[in-house]
């Protein structure tokens, strides 16, 4: 998975409650990106860093927050978890030069009760 | 409409087959075009990458790029057990902006 790590890589959790998923990678890229996928929706961007601190919303970002004090960790937070958040999330990471090209980590399954 | 329609199969396929994956799009300005393999409880991988019209093959894939038609394909010659996967494409306009992901194909390659 290209040197990335997500973590926890499975969690079940509690409506109204804070969850923080963290990614971290090895390569050194400089964007990098928070997805969930859900059937009949594919890949949706939440977030996404083009570098230390700075921070992008994408398509789906309501509920959702991000920080990126470290080039390796890209933390998405659920503020106040809700059950239209029960996903499977995935981080990506993509140099700087090739962006159209995005390499993924394993995944995330959150499951928001 | 969507800004990318990908037949959601499931297509089941014998071994050895060619098999022929889709995708079509909206927006003109899309110049990028991927394809990924995912297989069940992974991440997506980046099998091939394309850049405006025309083909590109690697080994048994071959992926296809109609800019007139707002029509992608991938085709996998010889198709093996080890294809079985949900394939998904994605597009973007270029360097910078917002990738665009099909809804993924589920492929069953049967021995």
């Known amino acids: 998975d290209a040197g990335i790590t997500q973590s926890p890589r499975h969690k079940v959790t509690e409506t109204g409650t804070p969850v923080t998923l963290r990614c971290h990678q090895t390569e050194n890229h400089r964007y990098m990106y928070w997805y969930r996928q859900d059937p009949g929706h594919g890949l949706r961007l939440i977030h996404y860093s083009y570098g230390v601190k700075d921070t992008d919303k994408g398509e789906v970002s309501d509920g959702y927050s991000v920080s990126r004090s470290k080039t390796e960790d890209f933390l998405l937070t659920l503020e106040s978890a809700t059950s239209s958040q029960t996903s499977v999330y995935f981080c990506?990471?993509?140099?700087?030069?090739?962006?159209?090209?995005?390499?993924f980590g394993p995944g995330t399954r959150l499951l928001v009760l | 409409q969507k800004e990318v329609e990908q037949d959601p199969g499931p297509l089941s396929v014998p071994e050895g087959a060619i098999v022929s994956l889709n995708c079509t799009y909206s927006n003109s300005a899309f110049q990028y075009f991927m394809w990924y393999r995912q297989y069940s409880r992974k991440g997506p991988e980046l099998l091939m990458y394309t850049y405006s019209s025309g083909n590109k093959e690697d080994g048994r894939f071959t992926a296809q790029v109609d800019k007139s038609s707002k029509y992608i394909s991938l085709f996998i010659r010889d198709s093996q057990p080890s294809d079985s996967a949900t394939y998904l494409c994605?597009?973007?306009?270029?360097?910078?902006?917002?990738?665009?992901f099909g809804t993924g194909t589920s492929l069953t390659v049967i021995p």
């Open positions: 994605a597009m973007s306009a270029g360097t910078g902006n917002q990738f665009y």
């Open positions: 990506a990471i993509s140099e700087s030069v090739r962006r159209e090209t995005q390499y």
